[in-house]
């Protein structure tokens, strides 16, 4: 890849050190955690959402993926077989509604819910759950990808501002880290 400035232009590093750098980024943040959940999550899972409202299959797997934030999207092999497995037990029911299988929580159902102290998995206080952390390396690449712009096009004098926003952050970051 060509660029316009000298190797030193970036405070040593080329435009190509750069892109690494952005490759880099980009392979640390790569999600680490599988799309599996664990045994039983599927099942606490869609007991919660019915408990909220009827659903049916494709909507329960929707409402699962968006609410871990795309951490975890069930298959339609683990949910299927789950909404069978609850309607066997009598715990929801399945009502057909324009070709649709559409599945709700039976009175059976609730008193599990009310019962039990499972709270639905997308809840999780695990630091690598949910929006948040689903947010943050799709930030983080695209701070990385906005730099490298910076660099490819931008005048020194940009590239001089570009560096002193990006150490402020980088000191913010670590002030928020240091946060009781």
Known sequence: MGNSFPAGAFGGYNIDGVWEAV???????????STRAGRGEVRSAVLALLAERPMHGYQIIHEIEERSGGNWKPSAGSVYPTLQLLADEGLITATESNGRKIYSLTEAGREVLAGGDASAPWES?????????????????????????????????????????????RRRLYAILAQD
């Open 23 to 33: 490759e880099e980024l980009r392979s640390r943040f790569e999600k680490r955690s």
């Open 125 to 169: 206080a695990s630091p690598t759950s949910g929006a948040g952390f689903a947010a943050l390396p799709k930030a983080g690449v695209e701070l990385a990808q906005v730099a490298a712009q910076v660099g490819r096009t931008g005048t020194p004098k940009q590239v001089q501002e570009a560096v002193a926003v990006l150490d402020e952050a």
